[in-house]
């Protein structure tokens, strides 16, 4: 289906994707605010994958599952160099951490952590939105 959409409809659905990152990161302050520390790691997560697939419609690149999109992007922008190897390693961790928190048992998240997954989540972000921006 992504194939077929127009370029007005692809820009569309990828400005679609970079507002749910927007408020996904929204959605982890006001976790945090509330100290509901897995809910934030659950959203800073879903904040960089919505920027993810973002990135993905821009450059035409498909994946079917949330592991399949961490595979494609360490495929096609970490093993390349264009993305440094710290955003690589800041999507794995909060991918890691939200199916952590989200299925394992005694998974524990405080604050600092949440702060620090967040500051990881805000760079990352910016370094897609980046590549999304380049003509």
């Known amino acids: 289906m992504i ?6 409809d692809r820009q569309s659905l990828i400005d679609y994707r970079l ?11 006001y976790m945090i605010n509330s100290e509901h520390y897995l809910a934030a790691v659950n959203r800073l997560y879903y904040a960089c994958y919505y920027a993810t697939i973002a990135l993905f ?11 399949g ?4 992007l360490g495929m096609h922008f970490i093993k390349t160099g264009i993305l440094p190897m ?13 199916q952590s928190g989200d ?20 760079s990352y972000i910016e370094a897609v939105k980046a590549l999304i921006n380049q003509q």
Do not use: W
């Open 69 to 72: 999109v961490k595979q494609m």
């Open 103 to 122: 299925y394992d048992d005694f998974f524990f998240c405080d604050k600092k952590l949440a702060l620090e997954l967040k500051q990881q989540a805000l």
């Open 57 to 67: 419609l821009k450059k035409n690149i498909t994946a079917q599952t949330h592991s």
């Open 3 to 8: 194939e077929t959409l127009s370029p007005d």
């Open 19 to 29: 507002e749910r990152s927007k408020e996904s990161l929204e959605e982890a302050d």
């Open 86 to 98: 710290e955003q690589g390693k800041a999507f794995a961790t909060l991918f890691e951490k939200r």
